[in-house]
């Protein structure tokens, strides 16, 4: 007896030793640059969450740990970083947050036993597929819909549409729902120019191209800081058109890097300013009094997504990917801070958009 006992509290200690104590959530984004708003906002969103389901107990009687990683926006990291979560026993991630970074990651991501789950994330070509990617967030195309219907009722029919190159996977799907739907309201697009870095011979090129143009509006596809920058400089050179953004522009970086250049701007938007359901007031108070700012769509997506994922771990009793997944897309429907959407069997998220027009350096929710 006395030479068995010693050998069962050896077995007792690699169990106890093998187990983790709490379940670990990888985060992966762009957390450093001067497009790292997106992702920084989205950290925090789940950051928030994850404060609260731990102050309620964890899940499965463990508390959530976050395990962050920065892709620096470079595509060449995003299949390493695949490949660092799994090697931590790792195996579900939230994030990336931008359509370029997910799809240099998704060929790695299929290839191990790996989940990731974006709030953000909205190419299109990522629709309709079986795979280890699951999304809380309407494809492009919705976009493209809800910036034409806003462009046709201010009778905006004619387009110069200026295009960040580098967020492959998204820009040029945008840009192309943009262009059918405008031309089926007969409109146009009367110049495109694509850049992959902004810079004097950038802008000279726009200057030049447009200086004879007399069109309705200005569609930019871009993030918030190069939107502010491409609007200072229409500005400056007395180009007097309406401007249009995506929902990577409508970020907090936007209001304060645009001034009054990008008064009355339109911008696609996750939040609806006139809206508030569920626990959206409290959830909101507690970002600002966290962060010292407002609840972006990135940060209250963010913190949907995790809340989702807690509830799918909770009702599957597992944190395995696989179990995840599968309970996910059982669950099919859920409650957001302020709308209910709907994950397809693909694990396609479909749901509103809303419009917002920056009114006195705020925003103002555009009514149907």
């Keep these: 007896m006395n030479k068995i006992f010693p050998l069962l509290l050896i077995a007792l200690l690699l169990i106890s030793c093998g187990?983790?104590?709490?379940?670990?959530?990888?985060?992966?984004?762009?957390?450093?640059?001067?497009?790292?708003?997106?992702?920084?906002?989205?950290?925090?969103?789940?950051?928030?969450a994850v404060s609260i389901i731990n102050?309620?107990?964890?899940?499965?009687g463990k508390e959530v740990e976050l395990v962050v990683k920065d892709d620096l926006n470079d595509m060449s990291r995003a299949g390493d970083i695949v490949k660092e979560f799994v090697n931590e026993d790792i195996e579900i991630v939230i994030g990336p947050f931008t359509s370029r970074m997910m799809l240099a990651a998704y060929d790695s991501v299929e290839a191990h036993e790996i989940l990731y789950i974006s709030p953000t994330v909205c190419a299109d070509s990522l629709n309709q597929k079986d795979d280890h990617f699951i999304r809380f967030i309407a494809s492009s195309r919705e976009q493209a819909v809800a910036l034409n219907e806003v462009a046709l009722k201010n009778s905006d029919k004619e387009f110069i549409v200026i295009i960040d190159e580098t967020n492959i996977g998204f820009n040029q799907q945008l840009y192309q729902n943009f262009k059918d739907i405008l031309e089926g309201n007969n409109g146009q697009i009367n110049y495109v120019l694509e850049y992959s870095v902004l810079d004097s011979g950038i802008f000279k090129t726009l200057r030049d191209s447009i200086k004879d143009l007399d069109v309705d509006g200005v569609f930019i596809i871009s993030n918030a800081s190069d939107f502010a920058t491409i609007a200072q400089n229409l500005v400056l050179n007395d180009f007097d058109a309406s401007l249009y953004g995506t929902l990577w522009s409508h970020t907090n970086d936007i209001l304060r890097l645009g001034g009054k250049d990008i008064e009355n701007a339109y911008l696609v938007s996750g939040i609806s300013q006139s809206e508030v359901y569920h626990d959206f007031n409290r959830v909101f108070l507690d970002y600002y009094d966290r962060y010292g700012e407002n609840l972006s769509f990135s940060a209250m997506y963010s913190y949907e997504t995790m809340m989702a994922l807690a509830e799918a771990i909770s009702k599957g009793r597992s944190s395995d990917w696989e179990k995840a997944k599968s309970t996910l897309l059982e669950i099919k429907n859920f409650n957001g801070l302020q709308f209910q959407y709907e994950?397809?069997?693909?694990g396609d998220s479909s749901r509103p958009y809303k419009i917002d027009q920056i009114i006195n350096g705020g925003f103002l929710t555009v009514e149907d």
């Design 19 to 48: 187990e983790s104590e709490t379940i670990k959530i990888g985060v992966v984004g762009s957390m450093s640059g001067n497009q790292s708003e997106l992702s920084v906002s989205g950290r925090r969103g789940i950051e928030l």
């Design 55 to 60: 102050e309620q107990g964890g899940l499965l």
């Design 343 to 346: 994950l397809d069997k693909y």
